[in-house]
């Protein structure tokens, strides 16, 4: 059986106001009415703010998800910045860097210097501070294979710098044991405090560490 929707609003009303029905009947028309009007805007605000609430609730819900993703965005873009300067990570793993284009207008002439233009080279160091001569002195002469001898004056000079190779200096401990002449007891000397307990000492261990931070993948 259906019940008309003023029977609802009517007891609605009854359970909302705490009164009978008989008080209802006994109540002036215009009192009536106007708990009818005040009932029916009660239960529409009722039922806006049951709608309120749910919209309130997927907002939050929304606003969790939008914090998450900015704190993901942001620990990406801190890993995107990362280097090798601000970082663990090995040189190797840097961008290449862009240079910025230039703004002057190409002017056609070939790059680097100029004919007749002065060239800049290295400062010739004394020949104290030269470790090895290699004397160029040649043998013929080009015109008529005459034998030639002699020094030149004023040679050309040219300096090449180059870093000596490397070469591992090994330390050998001989630890001997030796008997006394008088008692016969064996004793053995003890090995140095500073000696290293591996194969490497601190400066090869260091340089190992090193090259394996900073070249390796």
Request: aromatic letters at 4%; proline letters at 9%.
């Amino acid at each position: 059986m259906n019940v008309p929707s003023s029977g609802l609003i009517l007891c609605a009303m009854y359970a909302g106001l705490n009164i009978t029905e008989a008080d209802w009947q006994q109540s002036p028309p215009a009192v009536r009415t106007a708990l009818l009007s005040l009932s029916h805007q009660m239960l529409l605000l009722q039922l806006r703010c049951a709608g309120y609430e749910q919209r309130i609730k997927e907002l939050g819900t929304k606003f969790a998800k939008i914090a998450e993703l900015e704190a993901q965005v942001a620990t990406l873009t801190e890993r995107v910045r990362q280097n090798s300067r601000n970082s663990s990570k090995p040189p190797s793993s840097d961008e290449p860097v862009k240079r910025p284009r230039s703004s002057r207008e190409p002017s056609g002439k070939m790059a680097g210097g100029q004919p007749g233009h002065a060239g800049h080279w290295r400062k010739l160091q004394p020949p104290e501070a030269v470790d090895r001569f290699v004397e160029l002195r040649p043998s013929h002469c080009t015109q008529c294979q005459q034998v030639l001898s002699g020094d030149d004056p004023a040679p050309q000079r040219h300096h090449v710098s180059e870093v000596p190779p490397a070469k591992a200096m090994v330390t050998e401990y001989l630890r001997h044991t030796l008997r006394c002449a008088n008692c016969g007891a064996i004793t053995q000397a003890a090995w140095p405090a500073d000696m290293p307990g591996g194969s490497f000492g601190p400066r090869a261990e260091a340089i190992v560490a090193f090259l394996t931070g900073s070249l390796g993948t």
